[in-house]
C-alpha cells in the first residue's frame, strides 16, 4: 500500500514548497528512484523546470516536463494534466488535490506550507489518505 508523508514547512515562502520539491527528487534521484513531480498549472511546471537545474549550486537532476518528453524519459519527470506511464516510485503533490492516479505509487510526499487556505486543503487530503487506510507519516520541518 502507499505510503503517504506531509511536509510541513515552518513559515508561509511558497517558493519553499518548490526547493523542497527539488530537494526530495534529488534525493530521490541518489537512492535510484523514478519521481514524478505533480504541479497545479502548466506555469508551475515550467517554474519547477528551471528551478531543478538551479535550486543549489552544483545541482544537477536529469528531468523534464512530462509534455516534452520524447524516447526514454528521464529519472524526474514534472506534470499537471497527465497521469504518468511510467516513474511510480515516489509521487510529490505540489498541487491542491489528490490525484486520482496517487494508488500506483510506492510513495507520495505532499508538501505544506504555512499559509492559511494550503493549510486547509492538505488537512482534506489528510482525512482522505486517513478514511481510506493509508499509511500516513508527518514531518514538521524546521526553519
Given at each position: 500500500?502507499?505510503?503517504?508523508d506531509?511536509?510541513?514547512?515552518?513559515?508561509?515562502?511558497?517558493?519553499?514548497?518548490?526547493?523542497?520539491a527539488?530537494?526530495?527528487?534529488e534525493?530521490?534521484?541518489t537512492?535510484?528512484?523514478?519521481?514524478?513531480?505533480?504541479?497545479?498549472?502548466?506555469?508551475?511546471c515550467?517554474?519547477l523546470?528551471?528551478?531543478?537545474w538551479?535550486?543549489?549550486?552544483?545541482?544537477?537532476?536529469?528531468?523534464?516536463?512530462?509534455?516534452?518528453a520524447?524516447?526514454?524519459?528521464?529519472?524526474?519527470?514534472?506534470?499537471?494534466?497527465v497521469?504518468?506511464?511510467t516513474?511510480?516510485?515516489?509521487?510529490?503533490?505540489?498541487?491542491?488535490?489528490?490525484p486520482?492516479?496517487?494508488?500506483?505509487f510506492?510513495?507520495?510526499?505532499?508538501?505544506?506550507?504555512?499559509?492559511?487556505?494550503l493549510l486547509?486543503q492538505?488537512?482534506?487530503?489528510?482525512l482522505?489518505?486517513?478514511?481510506?487506510?493509508?499509511?500516513l507519516?508527518?514531518?514538521?520541518l524546521?526553519?
Amino acid at each position: 500500500m502507499t505510503r503517504i508523508d506531509f511536509y510541513i514547512l515552518p513559515d508561509q515562502d511558497p517558493a519553499q514548497r518548490s526547493v523542497l520539491a527539488c530537494r526530495l527528487a534529488e534525493k530521490a534521484y541518489t537512492q535510484g528512484l523514478a519521481t514524478y513531480i505533480h504541479t497545479a498549472s502548466d506555469q508551475e511546471c515550467r517554474v519547477l523546470d528551471d528551478l531543478l537545474w538551479t535550486f543549489r549550486e552544483g545541482s544537477f537532476l536529469p528531468h523534464c516536463v512530462h509534455a516534452d518528453a520524447e524516447g526514454e524519459p528521464p529519472p524526474i519527470l514534472v506534470g499537471h494534466d497527465v497521469e504518468p506511464e511510467t516513474h511510480t516510485d515516489l509521487l510529490i503533490n505540489l498541487a491542491q488535490a489528490v490525484p486520482l492516479f496517487f494508488g500506483r505509487f510506492q510513495r507520495v510526499a505532499e508538501i505544506v506550507d504555512r499559509q492559511d487556505e494550503l493549510l486547509e486543503q492538505a488537512r482534506q487530503r489528510y482525512l482522505f489518505y486517513k478514511e481510506r487506510g493509508y499509511e500516513l507519516h508527518s514531518h514538521h520541518l524546521k526553519g
